[in-house]
């Protein structure tokens, strides 16, 4: 006798609806395909402007190089008589760094900035930490190899 002869007809109406039920549910739970991520924002180049740091203007140069989202930066600070390098990762229209250095002792700078202007500027926020506590601040910079 068959399993489905041993069921009233009633009982075999409801298990073949609990089937199509859960067949159909298990299809709705797949999960859709992740949208493609957005293209890094193209940040290599050479780049001149200035830090503003506890309101001090400090003129720097900057120097990007890029492989997909992964940066390293090269940042100089000629009053300071700083050079320091950093990696970084660039999104759709934004970036992120860190940015180790020895000025009176051992820091690093944090960096989450913008590409502005079709390209030709950077701006953003920085936070620096070292033996003389946390500062805060901002940068801008102008492309100058476009």
């Known amino acids: 006798m068959s399993f489905a002869r041993a069921l009233p007809a009633r009982s075999t109406t409801h298990l073949l609806v609990l089937i199509l039920v859960l067949v159909s549910?298990?299809?709705c739970a797949r999960s859709a395909p992740e949208p493609p991520t957005p293209a890094a924002a193209p940040l290599a180049g050479e780049y001149t402007g200035s830090l503003s740091v506890e309101g001090n203007l400090l003129p720097a140069s900057l120097t990007i190089a890029q492989d997909?989202?992964?940066l390293r930066l090269d940042l100089s600070i000629p009053t300071l008589g700083a050079s320091a390098?950093?990696?970084g990762v660039a999104h759709a229209d934004r970036f992120s760094a860190s940015v180790p250095y020895e000025i009176n002792c051992p820091g690093e700078a944090s960096f989450e900035g913008r590409l502005e202007e079709d390209?030709?500027?950077l701006t953003g926020s920085l936070?620096?930490?070292d033996c003389d506590g946390t500062m805060t601040g901002t940068f801008r910079?102008?492309?100058q190899d476009l």
């Open 127 to 129: 936070t620096a930490r």
């Open 25 to 27: 549910a298990s299809a």
């Open 85 to 87: 390098q950093g990696t």
């Open 141 to 143: 910079f102008s492309r």
């Open 119 to 121: 390209g030709r500027l």
């Open 68 to 70: 997909g989202v992964d």
